[in-house]
Nanobody, 115 residues
Framework: QVQLVESGGGLVQPGGSLRLSCAASGNMFRINFMGWYRQAPGKQRELVASITGASSTNYADSVKGRFTISRDNTKNTLYLQMNSLKPDDTAVYYC?????????WGQGTQVTVSS
């Protein structure tokens, strides 16, 4: 069983930065794949960034060069550094983890980019 708790969301002006955190219960070495997803009102949930156990990363085209995903296994925490934020980045951001064949989700954290 893995529990995921996101934090770090909030209101930020366009061009600003936020860092999201996802604290995972249990040993992150058992987690093969972790990702950040987001869902804007009226839209489907989409993958923003992902990282494997070997620290291989992947990003949606819309965030490449602006967002950075990382994980600290010693702190059991996943991060998403978001720079140069745009209004289109406004969404609820969810942390996701794959443990063997089971997928776990966090409760989500709201990110609002607005002047």
């Amino acid at each position: 069983q893995v529990q995921l708790v996101e934090s770090g969301g909030g209101l930020v002006q366009p061009g600003g930065s936020l860092r999201l955190s996802c604290a995972a219960s249990g040993n992150m070495f058992r987690i093969n794949f972790m990702g950040w997803y987001r869902q804007a009102p009226g839209k489907q949930r989409e993958l923003v960034a992902s990282i494997t156990g070997a620290s291989s990363t992947n990003y949606a085209d819309s965030v490449k060069g602006r967002f950075t995903i990382s994980r600290d296994n010693t702190k059991n925490t996943l991060y998403l550094q978001m720079n140069s934020l745009k209004p289109d980045d406004t969404a609820v951001y969810y942390c996701n983890a794959l443990v063997v064949t089971t997928i776990y989700w966090g409760q989500g954290t709201q990110v609002t980019v607005s002047s």
